[in-house]
């Protein structure tokens, strides 16, 4: 079949026209769907991961807390052993308590400040570390049971230092101990 | 004459206009454009189920969101486990003073005097060399220590008695089990014998009643304190 010149012209601009219009609708309704579709999809993950965060962190708390009431629970009960008082006096209290069940004098009292570096762990905690010396005089094995006790009975005390001397003469039995301990406090 | 075949004109003018490209290309068209739309649609349905999902989601997001909300400030976990661990190190890691005591009261023979006892807490810097792929690493690790410093006088019949006391004693002390238990003897500073002995006075003393050799002699005696493996609540 022969097409006239005007036919073929008519068809040419149909074609043109009917591509254009397809085209029109594959851009605008199919690919607007696709996009929206791919967009949701994202979505979808997107509100996934954030629900399996949520999850996890409700999770983690609920567990934390779980966790924390223990610790808590460790921590009120050694925070019943801290000086809640002046904490020069809270020392001397305790200490001469321990030195009259072993009938020694506690002397020479004083608050010295724990060494350079060795509180380096309390900083951003809510306790503070503190020195005391002082002096006692008595027999080596008084002077040992004493520290026994106050090492039993006062599990947070350190002793830091201690210079025990025997007397000299008749009184070489005699010892003199003079001891540095450091406390937990709060801040 | 011609005959005149109407009938036939008009097939050829249908078949014409059944054949007709623009006609055609248009109906073509249009086809297309109906299957465009009917994949469209199936699309679209797709995505009615695909937002009731993302609506579910939401809802449950926001759902989590409230019950979180309901607990309030969030726990700070590492802060109480910190603290614990504070009290907790300070009970366990400390250095038994009369532990030390007692040890001495154990090992110190008869004939032996302590003159003077110090104890003292230190920490002992060690660093130790790595070979990093940017070069070498120097690691650096601070170990508690106690420093204990005894002075013993000793009396014996003669020099050698008072020697072998000595000996006796470092031997003991070195062999003791008890400190074995919470702390290991390290190398004192600038040497490699665990435990340094200074002879302070050695004399021969005519003391009938006492012994007529008399030695003093320091011991010092360097402490790394061990680590329990232990658990926290």
């Known amino acids: 079949m022969k097409l006239s010149q005007e036919k073929l012209r008519q068809f040419v601009l149909t074609l043109i026209l009917a591509l254009g219009i397809l085209g029109a609708i594959w851009h605008f309704i199919v690919q607007g769907l696709i996009a929206q579709r791919e967009k949701n999809e994202q979505e979808k993950e997107r509100l996934a991961a954030q629900i399996a965060e949520r999850k996890k962190a409700y999770d983690t708390e609920i567990h934390n807390r779980d966790a924390a009431k223990v610790y808590q629970d460790f921590i009120a009960q050694w925070e019943k ?8 006096t809270w020392f001397v209290r305790e200490i001469s308590e321990v030195a009259v069940r072993h009938k020694l004098q506690v002397a020479n009292t004083a608050m010295q400040p724990p060494r350079e570096g060795s509180d380096a762990k309390f900083n951003n905690q809510p306790y ?3 020195g005391f010396r002082f002096e006692l005089d008595g027999e080596y094995n008084q002077i040992g049971r004493f520290l026994e006790d106050l090492e039993n009975s006062l599990p ?6 201690l210079e025990f001397s025997a007397g000299t003469g008749v009184v070489r039995h005699i010892h003199k101990a003079a001891l540095h301990l450091t406390m937990i406090a709060p801040r | 004459m011609h005959l005149l075949n109407l009938f036939h004109e008009q097939q050829r003018i249908q078949r014409e206009r059944d054949l007709d490209p623009v006609r055609l290309t248009i109906l073509g068209g249009l086809v297309v454009a109906i ?10 349905t797709r995505m009615g189920g695909l937002r009731v999902e993302l609506e579910a989601r939401r809802k449950g997001l926001a759902q989590l969101d409230a019950q979180i909300k309901t607990l309030g400030p969030l726990t700070d976990l590492a802060r109480i486990q910190g603290q614990a661990q504070l009290l907790e190190e300070r009970r366990e890691f400390r250095i038994p003073v009369a532990t030390q005591l007692d040890l001495l009261r154990d090992v110190i023979p008869t004939n032996c005097q302590v003159r003077l006892f110090k104890t003292r807490r230190d920490m002992q810097i060690s660093e130790t060399t790595l070979e990093g792929r940017k070069g070498p690493i ?4 601070v170990v508690p ?8 006088e000793t009396r014996g019949k003669d020099k050698v ?17 008890r400190p074995k238990k919470w702390a290991v003897q390290v190398p004192a500073e600038g040497s490699s014998n665990t435990i340094t002995r200074v002879d302070l006075v050695s004399s021969q003393t005519p003391d009938a009643a006492r012994g ?6 320091e011991i010092r005696i360097p402490l790394a304190l061990k680590e329990p493996s232990r658990d926290l609540p």
């Open chain 1, 81 to 88: 052993r801290l000086p809640r008082e002046n904490v020069e």
């Open chain 1, 128 to 130: 503070r570390l503190v």
């Open chain 1, 156 to 161: 947070l005390i350190e002793v830091d230092d």
């Open chain 2, 35 to 44: 299957v465009i739309l009917l994949y469209a649609g199936v699309l679209y």
């Open chain 2, 138 to 141: 120097v690691v650096k690790k």
């Open chain 2, 145 to 152: 220590v106690q420093n204990l410093v005894i002075e013993v």
């Open chain 2, 161 to 177: 008695e008072v020697l072998q006391t000595r000996d006796r004693f470092l031997e003991d002390l070195r062999q003791a089990p």
């Open chain 2, 212 to 217: 007529a050799a008399m030695g003093i002699f």
